[in-house]
DNA sequence: GTTTTTTCCTATAACGTTTTCGTAAAAGCC
DNA sequence: GGCTTTTACGAAAACGTTATAGGAAAAAAC
């Protein structure tokens, strides 16, 4: 804003505009002394570029944008944290938008960022398979590149980073069982997303392994409002046949299964073995400590910046089917 | 991109680019039943403005920046979910950098921003009171809007959202006294910030009012680095003259104190007292439940971008030392 | 009926870059 | 020395807006 602009640096140097453009884009076109006299100039004003008037003549920048359901969240956080490590280092600047588990949101920033004020786009889904359509319009509209993480359309083709859900809850679950619970039930999400649906299927198999019979009852569905979800655990938790192992499969779940038991004077491992899948670093401070299934948040968000990044630059033209599977880490501890 | 211009409507309809311009902006020069043929055309074709050129043209765009030393505490998460539901509301889109309390970082980024990137700044500083020319410098290249939160440099005249970090302080010690604790520690950090500075004042002056005499080992000074922090607490608590109480002012410094105690098995809170100033989700399931002081992340969040939105926006021009004090928050659990 | 005002629109110049094209001068070639 | 090629720069257009100035037509004022 109170910067100097190239015009004036070229006036000060007696030089036209597009020699000082070039020679700050270091091109062959100008002389290496002329090159210094401009760099030099440059530096001594503090010249800055203006984004703006740049990225409107190239038709592109270097900003891209992420959106998350919910950044209180320690995996989302270790993620962007991940993201930030990326975009910092190659000189991106990130945009962040939260939606809150709300698709209207999620739709409405989508539209937004269809103006061209990005030119990339990292993306967590806030919601069911039902609800895509947004994603390809987007991509229809602009042609830009995007990356999913975690939670990933599954319908889609588009570059993604995942873990290895249905394994890691395939595991998980069977130490569930091994540690002794009869009857462990999955706490997942009214969501049908699709890492929900391969934890369920990891659990289910897993069950299925051990002669384990699954009843509707032993698949919880809890949303994204941590009052009801106490309600719903603790009726279920108050009855006579109650379960004996839960598996939490979202964050936020662990948390409440942890209160109910609590409020229940149910005692974890004895009456309940829990395992929750979490990034919480108090985990191993909770009482007892929480046995935990843990996702490389952080690698996540690096891997997904550098798959954008450079599907951004061209320098790979990474397929529309790339798809980045990290593994997710089970770490016993007290609470089975 | 990919979308349609200004330029493409106006010769669609048969008009000027510039009454077009105004007519999408609403101008009273333009009649009603032309705004609307306008405004229908450019629904119809999902029209968006071109963030850059407009940008170009009215030097300033609605993208602010927020700078934070650590998005992976709750704290600053908190915040950034407070400053993004403002932000969001009023159509301003947000970036976001991180600092991992680097203080060279810090300057790169506002160094970085000078391009006039953005309209305005919000920041939580990531060092302590020697390092503050950056920010004046800042402004005065920029002249752009910035407010601080929590962390702020208590001797630059910008405003600010802080908390009541004295007075609470001096409760939570006090309650630490009340408890039992006959030589409560205080675990600060090296640097030396405005927010640690205030805590320690409450701190000391609660012992002083108690009649306890303060030593210089009884302000444990921590980095942010885990690891050392832990071996320095580990040693602190091996003497055999190890204190009876911790009030640890940052929120990492309390879970590197459970894990001490823990390690070392000594009971809280009949060995140590803790209060932990922290916006932990888990405080309540720790083993034992831990007594926080916890601060108004969500709301300060929410204040710091609303006053910078109205300085942007100038409908109240907001005083240079505009303060505001919001309070912190006891909560009393098990671990005093 | 003339003048003044209001209404509604257009032409044009910014905003600060990047890029394409053109062209002198210098260098290379025989 | 005449020719081509290379080197090093400049002029001008373009990117898509917004703001300023101006002007024709319609309405209002006398």
């Known amino acids: 804003m109170n910067g100097i602009s190239m015009i004036q640096l070229a006036k000060e140097l007696g030089l036209s505009v597009s020699t000082v453009s070039k020679a700050l884009g270091d091109s062959h076109e100008i002389s290496a002394s002329t090159k210094k006299r401009v760099l030099e100039l440059a530096k001594k004003y503090k010249y800055k570029p203006n984004p703006f008037a740049s990225n409107l003549r190239?038709?592109?920048?270097k900003q891209i944008a992420v959106i998350i359901p919910d950044i209180v969240n320690n995996f989302f956080a270790l993620a962007v944290d991940g993201i930030e490590s990326v975009t910092m280092s190659k000189?991106?600047?990130?945009f962040i938008y939260l939606t809150h588990e709300n698709l209207e949101r999620e739709k409405a920033v989508l539209e937004h960022l269809e103006s061209g004020l990005i030119?990339?786009?990292?993306?967590?889904?806030s919601t069911g398979?039902?609800?895509?359509?947004?994603?390809?319009e987007f991509y229809e509209a602009t042609k830009l590149p995007l990356v999913f993480f975690d939670r990933v359309p599954d319908l889609l083709q588009f570059p993604k980073v995942i873990t290895n859900n249905y394994e890691s809850s395939f595991d998980a679950t069977v130490r569930l069982i091994k540690a002794g619970s009869k009857r462990p039930v999955l706490i997942t999400t009214t969501e049908p997303m699709f890492t929900s649906m391969e934890r369920r299927r990891g659990y289910q198999d897993a069950l299925e392994k051990h002669g384990i019979v699954l009843?509707?009852?032993?698949i919880i569905h809890c949303s994204d409002d941590m009052d009801s979800n106490y309600t719903i655990l603790r009726k279920i938790f108050s009855?006579?046949?109650?379960?004996?192992?839960?598996?939490?499969?979202?964050?936020?779940?662990a948390i409440t299964s942890y209160?109910?038991?609590?409020?229940?004077?149910?005692?974890i491992p004895k009456d309940v073995k829990v395992i929750g899948m979490t990034n919480l670093r108090t985990a191993a401070l909770l009482n007892p400590s929480l046995s935990t299934l843990s996702q490389p948040a952080f690698d996540m968000g690096k891997e997904a910046a550098g798959l954008l990044i450079k599907m951004i630059e061209k320098k790979s033209y990474a397929a529309a089917n790339d798809?980045?599977?990290l593994p997710n880490e089970l770490t016993i501890r007290d609470s089975i």
């Open 239 to 253: 009855q006579k046949k109650r379960p004996d192992g839960i598996f939490a499969s979202i964050e936020k779940y």
């Open 323 to 325: 798809i980045i599977v």
């Open 119 to 125: 030119s990339g786009l990292i993306i967590s889904v």
């Open 58 to 61: 190239k038709k592109k920048g």
């Open 259 to 267: 209160q109910v038991c609590k409020d229940l004077k149910l005692s």
């Open 129 to 136: 398979r039902e609800g895509y359509a947004h994603f390809q």
């Open 215 to 218: 009843t509707d009852e032993m």
């Open 91 to 94: 000189h991106y600047d990130t």
